[in-house]
């Protein structure tokens, strides 16, 4: 069956410190990746998206992931997060449906 | 231009009970979906609707049925309510399907059965 795995679920940091949140997908065929966001309070909102091309893809507020096919990853990651970066992180992959992680809890402390 | 909308924002329900859940997309979408989100777990598909037609389905009893109106708005209503129903359901709008294009979530409606 189609699935995302996010293996972190709650990731604490200090402003400044640079984030990696590991995603893994299982689909063998062509996939589109996606990083959401929900901000406290707030609805899901895109972070970044892969559809083709350079699988190193930029995405808002400083943010990028990068799609290794042989090993159906696709990692968020931010070199220096803010305390802004407060939220949950849904990794999710669209076959003929989107699928999504089971999220990332974020913190970040002054 | 206004977000996705949806209504209520809360609702409470008993078990056995039906719920309907509506959703208005963003003006100019043409394609709604909706998931269940459980707490602590990432949103699941439910259903997606283009121009009108079913065009998706996830792992959902038929106790769970949608439809999308000329206007492109849905509703989703669920029959026999269980304990188990109890989560954030979240309308999600697009301008085409799913295949190619961003999709854009509303608020949620939070259900509670009791």
């Known amino acids: 069956a189609q699935s995302v795995s996010q293996h972190n679920h709650h990731v604490i940091l200090s402003e400044a410190a640079s984030l990696e949140l590991g995603c893994n997908y299982s689909y063998g065929g062509t996939v589109n990746l996606f990083w959401y966001v929900q901000y406290p309070g707030q609805h899901l909102q895109l972070l970044l998206k892969y559809f083709s091309g350079d699988p190193l893809v930029k995405g808002i507020k400083g943010f990028e992931a990068e799609f290794i096919k042989s090993k159906f990853s696709f990692n968020l990651r931010k070199p220096s997060v803010q305390w802004s970066d407060t939220a949950e992180y849904f990794c999710a992959v669209k076959t003929d449906k989107l699928i999504f992680g089971t999220g990332t809890r974020l913190q970040v402390f002054p | 231009d206004a977000g996705v909308t949806q209504s209520p924002t809360h609702l409470i329900k008993t078990r056995g009970q039906h719920v309907t859940l509506r959703c208005s997309p963003i003006?100019?979408?043409?394609?709604v979906s909706w998931y269940q989100q459980v707490l602590g777990q990432g949103p699941q598909f439910i259903f997606q609707?283009?121009?009108?037609?079913?065009?998706g389905r996830g792992n959902f009893p038929d106790r769970f049925s949608a439809r999308q109106f000329p206007n492109y708005s849905s509703e989703l209503n669920v029959n026999a309510l269980l304990l188990g129903d109890s989560a954030l359901y979240l309308c999600?709008?697009?301008?085409?399907?799913?295949?190619?294009?961003?999709?854009?979530f509303g608020p949620g409606t939070r259900l509670t059965v009791l």
């Open positions: 999600a709008s697009s301008w085409g399907g799913i295949a190619y294009n961003e999709q854009f």
């Open positions: 609707y283009y121009e009108k037609e079913e065009r």
């Open positions: 003006s100019g979408h043409k394609s």
